[in-house]
C-alpha cells in the first residue's frame, strides 16, 4: 500500500470520508489479511452453500467473487462507501447476478432480524475498534449487537482480524456468553513476501447459541487440534502466544541476533511442560565456515551439560558447528520421543521456521546430533518438596562415555543438574574397580563411584584446601578441635561434594548445611551420602560433638540463619578454615545462579568472615 493511504491516525479508519478517498486511490483490489486461498481451508468448514451471507464492510476484496465462484452465491455485501459500492455493483452486476452490494452503515442495518446464517469481517471490527476509548467501546458494542439481530440462531459471526489487545477483549468479552468461540490463527499470509509477518492473522467463529447459558472456549493449534480452555483467558493466551511466537519469528528471520533466543513449543497432550526447547545462537558470519543454518539435537539426558544448557556451553558449541545460525533443541522430561528420524520429522519445520529469510532454500537444512538415537534417560524416583519444587533423581549415560550417570534435577531449572555422580553396574565395580570403596544401594544394585567430581566447580572449590594447607597446618595451631581441617559447606543437594571429599581427603571434618530435609534424605537413599550426624538448626551447637577428621555432619537449616547464629555465639571451636557456598538461587530474574541474593549481603559476609581461621577462605 503507497504511504499516501494511510490514515494519520488510527482514529481515521472510523470515518467514512477516509474510506471515500481510499478507494477513490485504490480501484484495484486491496486484500485486507489475506486472500480466499489464504483463508478458505478454514472459512470452508463454517460456511455450506445453502447459506445467507453478509459481507460487512466488503471494500474491493474478491473474497465475496471467490466464495461466489465456488459455489457460496448467497451474498449479500454492504460498506459505509459510496464509491467502493458503485466499483463493486458495476464490476458484479452482471457477472454475479445473485451476488448484492449494498450502502449501508453497520451500525444501522436495515435487515430484518435473524436474515442470515452467517457474516463474514474481515478486517472492519479492526476499522471500527481503534481503541480503547469510551466512544469506541460504545460503537464496537453497537456492531456486535447488530450483527447478533441480523444472524439466525446457530449463525456464525466470522470475524477476521489482527486481534490487536482492545480489539481481542472486546471481542472475546462480547461474546463470552450465549456463543461458541472458537479461534484459529492463520499460518504464513505475510510468508509471501519473503518476511515472516509480525503480526498474525486469527479467525474468530462465534457461533450464536439459543440458550445465553453456553460458555464454550476453544482454540485450534497449528496441527489443527482443536484445544478446549477453561474461560475465555484461555483463549486470550493462545492469541497472545501466536502474536509473540510471529513477533520473534518476524525479527530473527529479518536480523542477526546479538543474544541468544529460547522458545518453548509444547504439544496439544501434556500442558505442564513443554516438549522441545529451542535455542538460537547466531555467529559472526566470519566465524560460520560450513553454512547458514543447522539444527543441533541434544540427546535426552543430556540436556544439562553446560555446552547445551547455558549461553557461553551455547555459543561455543555453534562455533565448533559452524554455522551461522545454529538451532539448539532439547527433548523434555514427562514426553516419548521415538527415534532420532521421527523427532527430526517432528521438529524441522518448526526449526526451519526460525531460519534466517535470506536462506536460499529454506527447505534442507543439516540436523546435527552427538550420537545415532535421542538418547534415553531413567527416572528413578519423582517427587517434590516444600522448599525445592518438584525434583527428579534420574540416570543416563555420560556424554564423555564415562558410564551411567545419575543426577539430582530440580524442575524448575531443568536443564541444570544439582548433582551429578558415577554409578557402577555390580558386576563392572567387582571386577574393573576392585578395591575401590563404592557402597552398593538398596535402590537398583549399583555402586556409586566416588572417585571423580563431576562438576568442573567443584574441582575449584576444593582446590581452596589446597591452599588453606593439610594436616601440617593444623598442626601448626589453626584448628584446635583436633581435626586437621574444619569446612562448611552450604547446600547439600545429593551430597556429591561432601561425600567425594569424606572419601579421598580424610583429614576434614565437614558441617553441611541444607535447608531441605527431604533433600537429605534423598541424599542417603539416591546418592549414598553417609552422614555420621544429623541435626537441625535450632540444635547447632551438637554439631560440635563429632569433631573428629573424617567426620561428615548434616545440619537441616536455613544457612544465612545457621552462619548468623554460629557468629552471634562467637564460638571459638566453631571455627573454619573454608566455608564453601554451593546453593542454588531460585529467584531466575536476579542474574545469579548461586548463591541467593541473602549470601551476598554484608551482614552475611562479616558473619561469615568471623567464623573463619585467620587465612580461612
Ligand atoms: C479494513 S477494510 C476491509 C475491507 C475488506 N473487508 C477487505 O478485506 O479487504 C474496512 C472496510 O470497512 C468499511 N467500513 C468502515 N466503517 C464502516 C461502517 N460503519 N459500516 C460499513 N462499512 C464500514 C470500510 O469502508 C472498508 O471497506
Redesign the pocket.
Known amino acids: 500500500m503507497s504511504v499516501s493511504l494511510l490514515p494519520s491516525s488510527h482514529s481515521e479508519?472510523?470515518l467514512?470520508d477516509y474510506?471515500e478517498k481510499f478507494f477513490q486511490k485504490r480501484k484495484a483490489p486491496?486484500?485486507?489479511?489475506g486472500e480466499y486461498l489464504d483463508l478458505c481451508h478454514i472459512l470452508h468448514k463454517y460456511i455450506k452453500a445453502s447459506n445467507t451471507i453478509l459481507?460487512?464492510?466488503?471494500?474491493?476484496?474478491k473474497?465475496s467473487e471467490d466464495l461466489y465462484d465456488v459455489g457460496f452465491t448467497s451474498i449479500d455485501n454492504?460498506?459505509?462507501?459510496e464509491v467502493?459500492i458503485k466499483q463493486m455493483t458495476s464490476k458484479n452486476r452482471t457477472k454475479r447476478p445473485e451476488m448484492t452490494y449494498t450502502v449501508?452503515?453497520?451500525?444501522e442495518m436495515t435487515y430484518n432480524d435473524s436474515t442470515f446464517d452467517c457474516v463474514i469481517d474481515?478486517?472492519?471490527l479492526?476499522?471500527?475498534c481503534v481503541n480503547s476509548g469510551q466512544e469506541t467501546i460504545d460503537k464496537v458494542k453497537n456492531m456486535f449487537s447488530e450483527i447478533s439481530r441480523v444472524l439466525k440462531s446457530n449463525g456464525r459471526y466470522i470475524c477476521i482480524s489482527l486481534s490487536q489487545e482492545h480489539v481481542l477483549n472486546q471481542l472475546v468479552a462480547a461474546h463470552s456468553q450465549g456463543w461458541i468461540i472458537r479461534v484459529h490463527v492463520v499460518k504464513c499470509v505475510g510468508e509471501k513476501v519473503g518476511v515472516a509477518s509480525a503480526l498474525p492473522v486469527f479467525i474468530f467463529v462465534m457461533t450464536k447459541m439459543a440458550s445465553p447459558a453456553i460458555q464454550i472456549f476453544e482454540y485450534v493449534n497449528e496441527d489443527e487440534k482443536c484445544i478446549r480452555c477453561e474461560d475465555d483467558a484461555g483463549i486470550i493466551e493462545f492469541v497472545r502466544n501466536c502474536q509473540q511466537y510471529a513477533l520473534v519469528l518476524h525479527h530473527l528471520g529479518s536480523m542477526h541476533m546479538e543474544e541468544q533466543v529460547c522458545l518453548d513449543l509444547w504439544s496439544g497432550s501434556n500442558n505442564i511442560e513443554p516438549r522441545f526447547t529451542l535455542r538460537v545462537v547466531d555467529l559472526p558470519k566470519k566465524k560460520a565456515l560450513n553454512g547458514q543454518f543447522a539444527i543441533f539435537l541434544v540427546p535426552q539426558g543430556r540436556e544439562t551439560n553446560w555446552l547445551f544448557s547455558s549461553s557461553a556451553g551455547s555459543t561455543q558449541l555453534a562455533e565448533s558447528a559452524g554455522y551461522e545460525r545454529l538451532v539448539i533443541v532439547t527433548l523434555h522430561r514427562g514426553h516419548t520421543y521415538q527415534s532420532l528420524d521421527k523427532v527430526k520429522e517432528e521438529i524441522s519445520t518448526k526449526a526451519m521456521e526460525l531460519s534466517q529469510d535470506s536462506l536460499p532454500d529454506r527447505i534442507k537444512c543439516p540436523v546435527l546430533s552427538l550420537a545415532e538415537g535421542v538418547g534415553s534417560r531413567t527416572v528413578l524416583l519423582e517427587s517434590s518438596s516444600s522448599s525445592s519444587g518438584g525434583f527428579v533423581v534420574e540416570e543416563s549415560q555420560d556424554e564423555e562415555e564415562r558410564g551411567l550417570v545419575r543426577r539430582l534435577v530440580f524442575l524448575e531449572s531443568p536443564h541444570l543438574a544439582q548433582t551429578e555422580i558415577l554409578m557402577i553396574n555390580k558386576s563392572d565395580g567387582a571386577s574393573k574397580r576392585k578395591g575401590k570403596k563404592g557402597r552398593q544401594h538398596k535402590n537398583g544394585g549399583k555402586l556409586f563411584d566416588f572417585s571423580e567430581l563431576m562438576f568442573p566447580y567443584h574441582k575449584l572449590m576444593l582446590s581452596s584446601l589446597a591452599l588453606i594447607g593439610g594436616e601440617e597446618g593444623g598442626k601448626r595451631g589453626r584448628n584446635p578441635t583436633g581435626a586437621a581441617l574444619d569446612i562448611l559447606i552450604v547446600g547439600l543437594g545429593g551430597g556429591a561434594l561432601p561425600m567425594f571429599i569424606k572419601k579421598h581427603i580424610p583429614m576434614v571434618c565437614q558441617d553441611v548445611v541444607d535447608l531441605d530435609g527431604s533433600m537429605i534424605q534423598v541424599a542417603i537413599d539416591w546418592f549414598g551420602l553417609e552422614a555420621d550426624q544429623i541435626v537441625t538448626g535450632g540444635e547447632g551447637e551438637k554439631i560440635l560433638v563429632h569433631r573428629d577428621r573424617g567426620k561428615l555432619n548434616v545440619i537441616q537449616g536455613d544457612g544465612v540463619e545457621h552462619i548468623m547464629s554460629l557468629s552471634d555465639r562467637k564460638q571459638a571451636n566453631t571455627l573454619y578454615h573454608v566455608i564453601i557456598l554451593d546453593v542454588d538461587n531460585k529467584d531466575a530474574g536476579s542474574g545469579l545462579s548461586s548463591p541467593p541474593l541473602s549470601f551476598t549481603t554484608p551482614q552475611f559476609l562479616q558473619a561469615a568472615k568471623s567464623l573463619l581461621h585467620p587465612n580461612g577462605m
Do not use: H, P, R
Open positions: 479508519f472510523q467514512k474510506w486491496f486484500e485486507w489479511y459481507v460487512v464492510g466488503c471494500g474491493n476484496s473474497l454492504i460498506d459505509i462507501s467502493v449501508m452503515d453497520i451500525f474481515k478486517g472492519t479492526d476499522a471500527v
